[in-house]
């Protein structure tokens, strides 16, 4: 079965950083356009950056300058490096593989998430 395990959360300094990894099994990994998305309690889930099969990247425009998403195929893993860590980041982060075949199938697996949390 599809799983989707995240680690490298936790409680961080404002101005901290971590880096979050969700490591795939049972997809054929590299061809899922792979994401994080968090979602902090009592607001809606919100993505936070997306990495394409080719590598395309894309950043909501909240972390724009402070995270970077990558990809290593060869271990089936996704990243999420996150600098210059503030309050309001704090959220539980999800990892999100996504994949529309041919026949316009959507195929779609979540994590469980991780908790971050940025607080002096």
């Known amino acids: 079965q599809v799983q989707l395990v995240e680690s490298g959360g936790g409680l961080v300094q404002p101005g901290g950083s971590l880096r979050l990894s969700c490591a795939a099994s049972?997809?054929?990994?590299?061809?899922?356009?792979m994401g994080w998305y968090r979602q902090a309690p009592g607001k809606p889930r919100e993505l936070v950056a997306t990495i394409t099969s080719g590598g395309n990247t894309n950043y909501a425009d909240s972390v724009k300058g402070r995270c970077t998403i990558s990809r290593d195929n060869a271990k089936n893993t996704v990243y999420l490096q996150m600098d210059s860590l503030k309050p309001e980041d704090t959220a539980v982060y999800s990892c999100n593989a996504a994949y529309t075949d041919w026949r316009y199938r959507k195929y779609d697996y979540w994590g469980q998430g991780t908790q971050v949390t940025v607080s002096s």
């Open positions: 049972g997809i054929r990994f590299s061809i899922y356009t």
